[in-house]
Every structure is written in C-alpha cells, then in structure tokens.
C-alpha cells in the first residue's frame, strides 16, 4: 500500500492563528481524504480532496474554516483556519476507496493542541 | 447515511484468552467491512477486511464474521497478546463517504 506522510507530527497552536498540514504520498492516487479525530473520539470525515478542483465537504465542515488544496495526485494541504481550542484533534490524511469495496490508508495524523 | 455502532467501548482480557468486538451497521447496501487498529501516537492501520460475498474470513490470528441478514459483522482475536492491545475500529461505506468508522473499542491485554 501507498506510504503517507503527513507534516508536521504535532503542533501547539494559538487561538486565532492558522496551520496549514501537509501530506505527501508515494505514489500518484486518485482519492485523497481528510479525517479528524478528536480525543478519544472516532474519525470524522472533513472532506475530499479533489485534484484540479475545490474539495467537497461534509456536512457541518466548510472551506472557510478547512481549505484545502490538492494539487497534483500525491500532495494536498489542510489549512485550519481562526483556530479554537475545539479544534484541538489528530488530523488524519488517507488515500485509497478510488474503487468499490476498498480499504483506506491512512498517515500518522498531524496531532494538533490550540491553546 | 451509514450508522455503524461498536461495542464494548472498551475490553480486557488475560493474555492468551479471547477478543470479541461487534459492530453492526444500518444500510443494507453495504457491502464491504473493515477493521483498523489504532496504537498510541499512530494512525489507524488496516488489520483485516472482508465483502459481503462471504461469512468469515481468518488471517492467523484475527478473523472476521460478517451476518448480513442481521446487518452485524464481528473482530475476533485469539491468542491475545500484550501487543494486540490498541484501540480497534470498524467501519462501512455510506454512499459518497468512503468509511462511516465506529466509536472504538480499547483493548487491553493483561500479562
């Protein structure tokens, strides 16, 4: 499977202030995904990360608060904008679920504390 | 949309004993059924998989059931051992939504 790397590992952030995560992957994929994982919660779907165009977002997440950018098939970015401390969560970037019936990988999430 | 629950939220067992975790799911229309364990500071890997074209599916130690007339599909682990202890999750596709995940099951296995 695809090797996904996500930068940075963790980060302390200010309120107000923006953080932008990155995530490379190994090899050209069709899919892009971004989860969020707040503490000792599930994942949550924020968005697909389309390539060429604007990413589609799930209900109660909007491009204002998480733009993304997906720039070719192995690089995308998630901004967290006017971070809150509700904002505190892991931010996971995953590939794969391009055909019926296949699994997601994921990277090591960004692990993120707005204080 | 897809709802998928998971239960125990979290488990205990001696090591060498048994594992059983149970996730069932709302949307008949799926058809395929992952598990991922999840270890401290990592992101949740792929541990086993299984479509609905088929009941039960083993790899060494870990197995999964899948009992699509009750809409229920289950993770056992035998042999438990200190490092199998993670937080598991299960997950189903829901339309456009590549995984619906459940809430997790802590697992601690006990030396």
């Known amino acids: 499977s695809a090797v996904i790397s996500q930068k940075p590992s963790r980060d302390i952030c200010q309120r107000g202030t923006s953080l932008t995560i990155q995530c490379q992957v190994d090899s050209q994929v069709t899919m892009m995904f971004w989860y969020r994982q707040q503490p000792g919660q599930s994942l949550t779907l924020i968005a697909t990360?389309?390539?060429?165009?604007?990413?589609?977002?799930e209900s109660g997440f909007v491009i204002d608060k998480f733009p993304i950018s997906r720039p070719n098939l192995t690089f995308s970015t998630l901004t967290v904008s006017n971070m809150s401390p509700e904002d505190s969560s892991i931010y996971l970037c995953?590939?794969?679920?391009?055909?019926?019936?296949?699994?997601?990988?994921f990277g090591n999430g960004t692990r993120l504390t707005v204080t | 949309g897809e709802n998928v629950e998971q239960h125990p939220s979290t488990l205990s067992v001696q090591e060498g004993d048994s594992a059983v975790i149970k996730c069932t799911y709302s949307?008949?229309?799926?058809?395929?059924f992952p598990w991922y364990k999840q270890e401290l500071g990592k992101g949740p890997q792929l541990i086993i998989d299984?479509?609905?074209?088929?009941g039960e599916k083993k790899d060494q130690r870990i197995a999964v059931t899948l009992n699509k007339t009750a809409k229920h599909f289950s993770l056992h682990i035998t042999e438990t051992q200190p490092e199998d202890s993670a937080v598991y999750f299960c997950?189903?596709?829901?339309?456009?939504?590549?995984?619906?995940f459940g809430k997790g099951t802590r697992l601690s296995v006990i030396a």
């Open positions: 299984i479509r609905s074209n088929v």
């Open positions: 949307d008949s229309a799926s058809n395929y």
């Open positions: 995953s590939v794969g679920g391009g055909e019926p019936n296949s699994p997601l990988h």
């Open positions: 997950a189903a596709p829901s339309g456009n939504t590549p995984l619906v």
């Open positions: 990360a389309n390539q060429g165009s604007e990413a589609t977002y």
